[in-house]
């Protein structure tokens, strides 16, 4: 599993961003942030999965779904 987090080429760019990829034949997963990664977390996959959560364990829990279906 890797996670990556986005840097913005300006000061102004949003860098709350976090790529999280468990393998090649999985999908990534994106993790949007609010300032610091503050909830809520936007989540969104390359088959345009999108899910806005506000609690903690149900981030962890739908990320970790995610990185187990097949893509």
């Given at each position: 599993m890797s996670v990556e987090r986005w840097t913005g080429k300006y000061p102004a760019d949003d860098d709350n961003v976090w790529f999280v990829t468990r393998s090649a034949e999985v999908a990534e997963v994106q993790i949007d942030t609010a300032?610091?990664?503050?909830?809520?977390?936007?989540?969104?996959?390359?088959?345009?999965?999108?899910?806005?959560?506000?609690?903690?364990?149900?981030?962890?829990?739908?990320?970790?779904?995610?990185?187990?279906?097949?893509?």
């Open positions: 300032d610091r990664g503050h909830l809520p977390f936007r989540v969104e996959t390359e088959d345009d999965v999108v899910a806005e959560l506000i609690e903690l364990p149900e981030a962890i829990a739908h990320v970790l779904q995610l990185l187990e279906e097949p893509s």
